[in-house]
């Protein structure tokens, strides 16, 4: 089976922790399990890299949000051919040709230049300084203005916060992470 093995939690607590800020909370929620979210969350629904992307630029062309925290973990590939029917079993041999889709995360900034762009850099079994750098490539290529590295590393969770500048912050956990870019965030806006 290929998957995207994102469970959504990350989301699930930034949303909360900028709904506690007081903000107006849009989550654009993929595929995964069910949260109970406060109910002045919207949440909205998609499946497919397409459907995302079409939800972002719509949104994000309307110019009715101030900040994007683009945390998706939108695969990489995608199949070359889709079929419409189940394939028969019982095939010796079947090949499936993947190709990459397109970057999300670098058309952002033409959707609203003004916006507020948190992007997301997952590296996984990767040291804190190969994290920072590639985290910091991924934020100048973006045009991002701050960015997350998070990574598993033997079982642990680490994510930074950066800016252009340094690193603003450390979590060892997804609801510190969630807590300290919220207060980060809010702190751009003072």
Do not use: C
């Amino acid at each position: 089976m290929i998957s995207n093995i994102s469970t959504g939690e990350t989301g699930f607590y930034i949303a909360r922790e900028a709904k506690r800020y007081g903000a107006d909370v849009a989550l654009v929620l993929g595929p995964v399990q069910e949260y109970n979210f406060d109910s002045s969350i919207k949440v909205i629904r998609f499946k497919f890299f397409e459907e995302l992307e079409g939800i972002l630029k719509e949104k994000l062309s309307s110019k009715r949000f101030d900040i994007i925290i683009h945390g998706a973990a939108v695969s990489d590939y995608k199949p070359e051919k889709v079929y419409q029917k189940k394939l028969r079993s019982g095939l010796k041999r079947f090949s499936l040709v993947l190709e990459p889709t397109k970057k999300i995360s670098d058309s952002i900034k033409s959707y609203d230049p003004k916006i507020f762009f948190v992007i997301f850099k997952l590296e996984f079994d990767t040291d804190k300084e190969r994290l920072i750098k590639k985290t910091r490539k991924l934020l100048n290529r973006t045009n991002a203005d701050l960015a997350v590295g998070n990574t598993f590393n033997e079982g642990l969770y680490r994510a930074v916060i950066l800016d252009r500048e340094k690193t603003l912050a450390s979590a060892s956990s997804k609801r510190e992470l969630a807590k300290k870019l919220v207060r980060i965030i809010e702190s751009k806006f003072d």
